[in-house]
């Protein structure tokens, strides 16, 4: 799992939500989301599961499909190459 490419898909999955209500839909904080998002973190597994539900995924696709995961694109990086 590489968690800076997790975290940039759950960042696009959330789309325009704001992030203090998807923290709140996942009974979570928004600093333990922010740090799901920006790679700093790896969620626990019950809420990986919820995470899943939420977007209507699977936690493998979000978590450990490393071909979703080659699709995200880095703002941060975006015509670095």
Excluded: W
Excluded at 2 to 21: E, F, S
Excluded at 51 to 67: D, H, P, Q, T, V
Aim: charged share 25%; glycine share 8%; with cysteine.
């Amino acid at each position: 799992m590489n968690n800076k490419k997790t975290g940039i898909l759950l960042a696009q999955l959330r789309g325009t939500r704001n992030q203090n209500d998807v923290a709140k839909e996942l009974g979570i904080s928004v600093s333990a989301l922010s740090m799901y998002e920006n790679g700093e973190r790896t969620p626990r597994d019950e809420i990986k599961i919820k995470i899943a539900k939420l977007y209507g995924r699977s936690i493998e696709e979000i978590f450990f499909n490393s071909n979703v995961h080659d699709t995200c694109i880095d703002p941060v990086n975006i015509g670095a190459n």
